[in-house]
């Protein structure tokens, strides 16, 4: 056999391996997506004509995302078979055009409408366009080490059955009560000497600290 027929025989029964290592990895735009158990199914345009229906959607595990139409993305063929697509990675440019920028070392988790959490090397921004809502069943403890400082530019209001402020010596309701009682006590100084407080004044006295006693933990 020639070296020249040889060559050309290896590279005919080679070729249906390359053509499968030639399309294991493709650059896709997405056009859809399609949510189903356990894994979204997305529709991909990936070369010039060709249109891939049903392929996964592998996510992080604990992460979870719905990328908008014309994002990009990375679909790997199993096997080299194109029948059998999956994606590993998806990208949006527009989502990510106005997030500040990052410095080594540093993340952010966003959305395509502005929302964003910025872990930076020494500290966390969050911004949300709207609200934040937090639904938590058991406890919240919250540590902080340095000052707290909220800025409002309308109502704070909580809602909760009994409230307790205090400090490294006292709990503020507990002084407000003791307040009134030491009140209550109190004789009014007149004319004729020393006198109790006015039974009217003093019935309104008791329910203001039975109202603050209802604060108490």
Do not use: C
């Not at 050309?8 to 997506?33: I, W």
């Not at 966003?110 to 872990?119: C, E, L, R």
């Not at 409002?152 to 059955?161: F, G, L, M, V, Y």
């Not at 002084?175 to 006015?198: F, H, R, S």
């Amino acid at each position: 056999m020639k070296f020249e027929d040889l060559r050309r025989f290896v590279k005919n029964a080679m070729a249906p391996l390359k053509r499968k290592v030639d399309l294991m990895v493709s650059r896709a735009v997405l056009s859809s997506v399609k949510n189903a158990d356990p894994l979204q199914l997305l529709q991909l345009k990936l070369l010039a004509d060709e249109v891939a229906d049903d392929a996964e959607h592998f996510q992080e595990f604990g992460f979870r995302s719905k990328p908008p139409q014309g994002s990009e993305g990375i679909a790997l063929s199993v096997g080299g078979n194109r029948e059998h697509l999956v994606v590993v990675a998806t990208l949006n440019r527009a989502a990510i055009a106005n997030l500040p920028a990052m410095a080594y070392g540093e993340s952010q988790l966003f959305s395509s409408t502005g929302n964003y959490i910025h872990v930076k090397t020494d500290d966390i921004d969050i911004n949300a366009i709207a609200r934040i809502v937090a639904n938590i069943v058991g406890d919240l403890d919250l540590t902080v080490g340095g000052k707290t400082k909220i800025n409002s530019t309308d109502n704070i209001e909580t809602q909760a059955p009994k409230y307790k402020f205090e400090n490294a010596s006292h709990e503020l309701i507990a002084v407000l009560v003791e307040w009134i009682t030491q009140d209550i006590a109190n004789k009014n100084i007149t004319g004729i000497g020393p006198q109790p407080m006015d039974p009217g004044s003093i019935a309104a006295m008791n329910a203001i600290k039975t109202k603050l006693e209802s604060f108490k933990v």
